[in-house]
């Protein structure tokens, strides 16, 4: 079945960087979107970018310009999402989705389990 | 982008029926039928339950339906049930950025 599994917690000081990844299994991962999408605690979810694994294109949500990648290794099916000069404002579950079945709809219908990244001094 | 709008709450009892309403811009929700709708529950990863205005995926109850009216889309849960109770966000493609969520929906099944 079409699972989305990411990396576990991590807690990180102010300043430094992050990187969680996405482990995509049961369908071809070079062929669909991946996007990131994080969720503040007790706040809504706010959409950070997506990536295409096979041409490597990427959007980015303009709020995160400059301290966002995403990349991807095909070879292992899995995404990364890397953000860096981290503040107590980052801290939040941060999510991968992709729409599979539902490709060419503009919508999300696979969803990792979420990764908490808390930044702390 | 802002945030779509969303009515921060919403309740019915079991067997009624409720509609979460979330409005944008004609630069989002009124340019493109591609909104979609998500379910989360506590401690959970949002679930798609509405895409492309009223579509629903595999396995959802067609007690969820989906409408779009100009710059406004809505969702109705028809027949509640307490496995309802859950939040609820709608999401519209936006062109650049193309994604753009709703401030989200808490519905309480009283």
């Known amino acids: 079945q079409i699972q989305l599994v990411q990396s576990g917690a991590e807690v990180k000081k102010p300043g430094a960087s992050v990187k969680v990844s996405c482990k995509a299994s049961?369908?071809?991962?070079?062929?669909?979107?991946i996007n990131w999408v994080r969720q503040a605690t007790g706040q809504g979810l706010e959409w950070m970018g997506w990536?295409?694994?096979?041409?490597?294109?990427?959007v980015y949500a303009q709020k995160f310009q400059g301290r966002v990648t995403m990349t991807s290794d095909a070879s292992i099916t899995t995404a990364y999402l890397e953000l860096s000069s981290l503040r107590s404002e980052d801290t939040a579950l941060y999510y991968c989705a992709s729409g599979v079945a539902t490709a060419g709809t503009s919508s999300f219908d696979y969803w990792g389990q979420g990764t908490l990244v808390s930044v702390s001094s | 982008q802002s945030a779509l709008t969303q009515p921060p709450s919403a309740s019915g009892s079991p067997g009624q029926s409720v509609t979460i309403s979330c409005t944008g811009t004609s630069s989002d929700v009124g340019g493109y039928n591609y909104v979609s709708w998500y379910q989360q529950h506590p401690g959970k990863a949002p679930k798609l339950i509405i895409y492309?205005?009223?579509n629903r995926p595999s396995g959802v109850p067609d007690r969820f339906s989906g409408s779009k009216s100009g710059n406004t889309a809505s969702l109705t849960v028809s027949g509640l049930q307490t496995e309802d109770e859950a939040d609820y966000y709608c999401m519209s493609f936006a062109g650049s950025p193309p994604y753009v969520f709703g401030t989200g929906t808490k519905v309480t099944v009283l």
């Open positions: 049961g369908y071809a991962f070079s062929t669909y979107d």
């Open positions: 990536m295409n694994p096979n041409t490597g294109n990427k």
């Open positions: 492309e205005v009223n």
